[in-house]
């Protein structure tokens, strides 16, 4: 199974990234997938899920401002970031919900100035 993250970046506050999750090794229809970030010094925590069944949720930090999707047919997960703040300033990583610890890759970086 491989998981790997990409679309991070620098941006300024208010600012949008879109990031995406290509996985392969596994079967990606049926699963519930999910993005988590860690913050410097923070414990990794949930930001949103979505099930084999397309619904969706998120934590009430980033409800409204960030939307979690996914292409069955290129096995990728997709988290739209907009309205970005500088608490988003995270690694950010995909798993499946709840995670695997053989899941895990390398993240992607977001850094959101103020």
């Known amino acids: 199974v491989q998981l790997v993250e990409s679309g991070g970046g620098l941006v300024q506050a208010g600012e949008s990234l879109r990031l995406s999750c290509a996985v392969s090794?596994?079967?990606?229809?049926?699963?519930?997938w999910g993005w988590y970030r860690q913050a410097p010094g923070k414990q990794r925590e949930s930001v949103a899920q979505?099930?084999?069944?397309?619904?969706?949720t998120y934590a009430d930090s980033v409800k409204g401002r960030f939307t979690i999707t996914r292409d069955i047919a290129k096995n990728t997960v997709y988290l739209q970031m907009n309205s970005l703040k500088p608490e988003d300033t995270a690694v950010y990583y995909c798993n499946k919900s709840p995670p695997s610890s053989a899941y895990w890759g390398q993240g992607t970086q977001v850094t959101v100035s103020s």
């Open positions: 979505i099930t084999g069944g397309g619904r969706t």
């Open positions: 090794g596994t079967l990606f229809a049926i699963n519930t």
